[in-house]
């Protein structure tokens, strides 16, 4: 048999012993079921649910590495130009804030100013953040006795195991510490809610933590909203609630109106651009909200099951009731913000549920504190279907399509290796590049850039086509006629690996004059750290990288040498670049405007066969040799298509076509 040890208490007095259990209004009945155990007792259950804890994390992480979001890149570009003394904007030009995590850019930074590699900044970040909801959950749980260290490890597994902590950990965006911030304040919120005598000052950590998730993210005010309103109704609107709230408010307020006033001075808007763009409320969007909150929740199961239970459980009971209505109104308001505003998400591995999945383990911990010493926990009951519960709960986390959808969604680093090229190749010139996907290319290429799908463009933000509202979310905007007019240089449409103009360009953009006449596809091909190729359109006219005229000279840069549409550029070991021809597969250019005269072919300088059609009847002009090298006489001024082929049996590197007028 078991021993139990009781603690002697000291008798109360008559008058204390009588007010005893009438609690304070505002004040949960029986505030000591939550209170802490001795730091001694908790500590080394701590070390070692910690230890577990991260080592599980670090293995999940791994499993999705090297998963990293497109749109983690956008922000880091934001940091990067902002170390370099650009300030917090995407490209030259209007500033405008194509963020929505300040707070997670200013850490990235911090760390980034030490030398530290901007991913690698926020990897760590992530995995910290991650790693402190743990801290968190040991902090607010953890009491000491053996079936508290069980819930609190079983809590702390549910979290690191889940496919969105291991998916977004190292995903190099903000929600897990969207997580860390959201645990805490609520840890430290339940705990100050156990206090029949609370100060209004102890409220400032709280909600400076709530601030922080407010820089984090523009929807994080929402918590602050809901848990200001809670801390007013669970004290019945009396004064001592208005100073609570009050003080609790005080600093997300400051903070929240500190960023909207930088916005103003800064950026001159009172929205982000971020808002223009991504939010468009329609029937489809409801439904694609509806739809993905449903599936969300699936791909949890059965912690929404129990999580549900136990809500239920906490809001009924009456020394509970106020902490499960705080829970509960929490993830109602998210769930709630998530179908009617945001609608969805593109990304794997369900980011936008993580504060739920939070959510959800802080109220089964918090039922499983309260039922800690009844016969519903007892061991013989509860393990071997808990066990069942668990395993299922970690098969659907490594089997839930969206979940291996992120596994799998890597193409951002296949932009290290187009931005690397397009850096080095084009580090002189530093073409205007116009992209779809504005995270990995632009900020691993450096270059000025246009976001077509306009989340970091002033104008394009404020367009809205034909269709609004029906189409994928944050890539309904567009509007060809204007993209045209700012000339791009360079045109990547799609993902790093390039393809013809698609979403609101796809409709009118490939039978426009200006893009018909003026762009051809030209492949680039990059081997830094490995070999890819991407499909870039070339603005044939432009003054920095198409074709340069002068008074008797034509030069053709090798890119736009790719008639047949399969000629790759590639760069060489001075960072030129140059295509590939021989024998049997040459390279050239179709209608090419060449006014009349006599045309020595004066680049490349290898032994190549001159060959250059005229329009319409297709007739090859006469090649003969001028100064020794191979020249044409063009009767008179037209397009024609030049060819260059090897004359030789192996390969040769063409820089270029320069043609020379006697």
């Known amino acids: 048999m078991s021993r139990r040890r009781v603690e002697s208490r000291p008798a109360l007095s008559p008058r204390r012993a009588r007010g005893a259990d009438r609690p304070r209004a505002g004040a949960d009945p029986h505030p000591g079921w939550i209170e802490s155990a001795p730091p001694n007792r908790c500590l080394p259950a701590a070390i070692v649910i910690g230890l577990l804890a991260v080592a599980v994390l670090a293995a999940n992480a791994s499993y999705y590495y090297p998963f990293l979001a497109d749109d983690a890149l956008i922000s880091l570009r934001y940091v990067q130009r902002f170390l370099h003394g650009h300030g917090l904007t995407w490209t030259d030009g209007r500033p405008v804030e194509g963020y929505s995590n300040f707070l997670w850019m200013m850490l990235a930074a911090a760390f980034g100013a030490t030398g530290l590699d901007l991913i690698r900044s926020v990897?760590?970040?992530?995995?910290?953040?991650?790693?402190?909801?743990?801290?968190?959950?040991?902090?607010?749980?953890?009491?000491?006795?053996?079936?508290?260290?069980?819930?609190?490890?079983?809590?702390?597994?549910?979290?690191?195991?889940?496919?969105?902590?291991?998916?977004?950990?190292?995903?190099?965006?903000?929600?897990?510490?969207?997580?860390?911030?959201?645990?805490?304040?609520?840890?430290?919120?339940?705990?100050?809610?156990?206090?029949?005598?609370?100060?209004?000052?102890?409220?400032?950590?709280?909600g400076f933590l709530l601030g922080c998730l407010g820089l984090t993210r523009p929807d994080g005010p929402l918590f602050s909203l809901v848990i200001g309103s809670w801390l007013l109704v669970r004290g019945r609107f009396r004064g001592s609630a208005w100073r609570q709230s009050a003080c609790l408010l005080s600093l997300p307020v400051a903070m929240f109106l500190g960023q909207l006033l930088f916005r103003r001075a800064y950026y001159h808007e009172w929205l982000p651009n971020v808002a223009y763009v991504k939010i468009s409320p329609s029937t489809t969007h409801l439904a694609a909200g509806f739809q993905y909150v449903l599936h969300g929740l699936a791909s949890l199961r059965p912690l929404p099951e129990l999580s549900l239970a136990a809500l239920v459980f906490l809001c009924l009971h009456r020394e509970t009731r106020s902490r499960g209505f705080l829970l509960l109104s929490a993830a109602a308001a998210w769930l709630f913000y998530l179908v009617f505003l945001v609608g969805g998400d593109i990304f794997g591995a369900w980011r936008h549920l993580i504060p739920v999945l939070v959510l959800f383990i802080l109220a089964d911990l918090l039922a499983l504190q309260f039922l800690q010493s009844s016969w519903l926990l007892a061991p013989k009951k509860w393990v071997p279907l808990g066990a069942l519960l668990f395993a299922w709960y970690v098969y659907d986390q490594f089997t839930n399509e969206r979940n291996v959808w992120a596994k799998s969604d890597q193409w951002a680093w296949n932009g290290r290796v187009v931005g690397l090229t397009l850096k080095h190749g084009f580090a002189d010139s530093r073409p205007l590049l116009a992209v779809t996907a504005a995270g990995c290319v632009p900020y691993w290429s450096e270059l000025?850039?246009?976001?077509?799908?306009?989340?970091?463009?002033?104008?394009?933000?404020?367009?809205?086509?034909?269709?609004?509202?029906?189409?994928?979310?944050?890539?309904?905007?567009?509007?060809?006629?204007?993209?045209?007019?700012?000339?791009?240089?360079?045109?990547?449409?799609?993902?790093?690996?390039?393809?013809?103009?698609?979403?609101?360009?796809?409709?009118?953009?490939?039978?426009?004059?200006?893009?018909?006449?003026?762009?051809?596809?030209?492949?680039?091909?990059?081997?830094?750290?490995?070999?890819?190729?991407?499909?870039?359109?070339?603005?044939?006219?432009?003054?920095?990288?198409?074709?340069?005229?002068?008074?008797?000279?034509?030069?053709?840069?090798?890119?736009?040498?790719?008639?047949?549409?399969?000629?790759?550029t590639s760069l060489d070991g001075e960072g030129r670049f140059y295509v590939t021809a021989s024998s049997g597969m040459p390279v050239g250019i179709l209608d090419l405007e060449i006014p009349s005269g006599c045309w020595r072919l004066e680049e490349p300088e290898q032994q190549v066969r001159l060959r250059v059609v005229a329009p319409g009847d297709s007739t090859v002009l006469e090649e003969r040799c001028l100064e020794g090298r191979p020249s044409v006489t063009v009767p008179r001024a037209d397009k024609y298509s030049v060819l260059l082929e090897a004359t030789g049996t192996g390969e040769i590197r063409i820089y270029g076509l320069r043609l020379v007028r006697e």
């Open 448 to 568: 000025p850039c246009l976001d077509l799908l306009g989340l970091n463009d002033y104008t394009l933000a404020r367009t809205r086509p034909a269709g609004w509202g029906q189409g994928w979310i944050g890539h309904e905007v567009g509007d060809s006629r204007y993209v045209l007019s700012l000339q791009p240089d360079l045109m990547l449409f799609g993902t790093p690996g390039g393809q013809a103009p698609l979403y609101v360009y796809g409709r009118d953009m490939p039978e426009m004059p200006e893009f018909k006449d003026y762009y051809d596809p030209c492949n680039f091909a990059g081997t830094v750290p490995y070999y890819f190729n991407s499909r870039i359109w070339v603005r044939r006219t432009s003054p920095k990288i198409g074709i340069q005229r002068r008074d008797n000279e034509i030069f053709v840069p090798p890119y736009l040498l790719n008639f047949t549409h399969f000629a790759i």
């Open 123 to 206: 990897q760590v970040l992530g995995f910290l953040a991650s790693a402190a909801v743990v801290v968190a959950l040991c902090f607010g749980f953890l009491r000491g006795t053996r079936r508290s260290t069980v819930c609190v490890a079983i809590g702390s597994l549910a979290w690191v195991l889940s496919g969105p902590a291991g998916a977004w950990t190292l995903a190099g965006m903000e929600p897990p510490l969207v997580a860390c911030l959201l645990a805490w304040s609520l840890v430290l919120i339940l705990r100050l809610a156990d206090r029949v005598e609370a100060a209004p000052r102890s409220w400032l950590l709280p």
